[in-house]
């Protein structure tokens, strides 16, 4: 809204304090019809808010060490 103002103010060309004024007014009013016109981020459509279903976990499970059996020795 600062740049729009500074550019309402270069294409008018405008020096006297009235038409300042009036350009800072002109922006005002457009920085609050953008406010008013922007939803808040917390309400979006009912279809938004669920939440999407959980994607399957695949988890790779190293495999064993092939080791060779080791029996007790008789005591």
Do not use: C, D, K
Not at 4 to 29: C, K, N, Y
């Amino acid at each position: 809204m600062v740049f729009s103002t500074f550019a309402m103010l270069l294409v008018s060309r405008t020096g006297s304090a009235v038409g300042i004024a009036l350009v800072a007014v002109v922006a005002l009013g457009l920085g609050l019809l953008v406010a008013m016109t922007v939803p808040p981020s917390g309400s979006r459509p009912a279809a938004a808010r669920q939440p999407a279903p959980p994607e399957p976990v695949r988890a790779t499970v190293p495999s064993a060490a092939h080791e060779p059996v080791r029996e007790r020795a008789a005591s």
